[in-house]
T-cell receptor
């Protein structure tokens, strides 16, 4: 069974729609992250959370919001999707003080 | 301004030969470096890492070398296998002082049989 799961795996939506991407983990890690990958640009940090009560903006947080519902769940929302948010989205987890992050399988989002 | 740079978008190697993937960084405060491998339709998978207090770390066929004075690290894969064909990302961390990993753009490795 996967330790970090993401739903949905693929999503096509229209400009202006609200969409939520979900991430769940069974690793028991406190820290969770949302990254975005665009072709040729590597992974860039959107938001991160060190625990349920701690949410922080990353490099490219504009247009996104997050919710940490529990230690194991971290959701990413696009309040009003726009085409340049078309990308691969990855959730990751880590332990406090640990540098290694463990990634989910990704969600491919297309905004038309 | 990119803090972690992988200047070679792609690399082609024959099976059995050595693959060398390079990474340069600009922030001297980075104290931990990681390599991730990514197959299509999957998330990045941790491969190997190195602390800034070391200059070499080896794990099976994979060895990472760190040259702090040159702000350069490299990943050596010996011998290369077709299953190694993937995108390889170099990442850096500020450690306890940091928040997340800073990734390079990736290098696509193709190993032909």
């Amino acid at each position: 069974d996967a330790d970090v799961t993401q739903t949905p795996r693929n999503r096509i939506t229209k400009t202006g729609k609200r969409i939520m991407l979900e991430c769940s983990q069974t690793k028991g890690h406190d820290r969770m992250y949302w990254y975005r990958q665009d072709p040729g640009l590597g992974l860039r940090l959107i938001y991160y959370s060190f625990d349920v009560k701690d949410i922080n903006k990353g490099e490219i947080s504009d247009g996104y919001s997050v919710s940490r519902q529990a230690q194991a769940k971290f959701s990413l929302s696009l309040e009003s999707a726009i085409p340049n948010q078309t990308a691969l989205y990855f959730c990751a987890t880590s332990v406090p003080g640990g540098d290694t992050q463990y990634f989910g399988p990704g969600t491919r989002l297309t905004v038309l | 301004d990119q803090q972690v740079k992988q200047n070679s978008p792609s690399l082609s190697v024959q099976e059995g030969r050595i693959s060398i993937l390079n990474c340069d960084y600009t922030n001297s405060m980075f104290d931990y470096f990681l390599w991730y491998k990514k197959y299509p339709a999957e998330g990045p998978t941790f491969l190997i890492s190195i602390s800034s207090i070391k200059d070499k770390n080896e794990d099976g066929r994979f060895t990472v070398f760190l040259n702090k004075s040159a702000k350069h690290l490299s990943l050596h894969i010996v011998p290369s296998q077709p299953g190694d064909s993937a995108v390889y990302f170099c990442a850096a961390s500020l450690g306890v002082a940091g928040t997340a990993l800073i990734f390079g753009k990736g290098t696509t490795l193709s190993v032909s049989s």
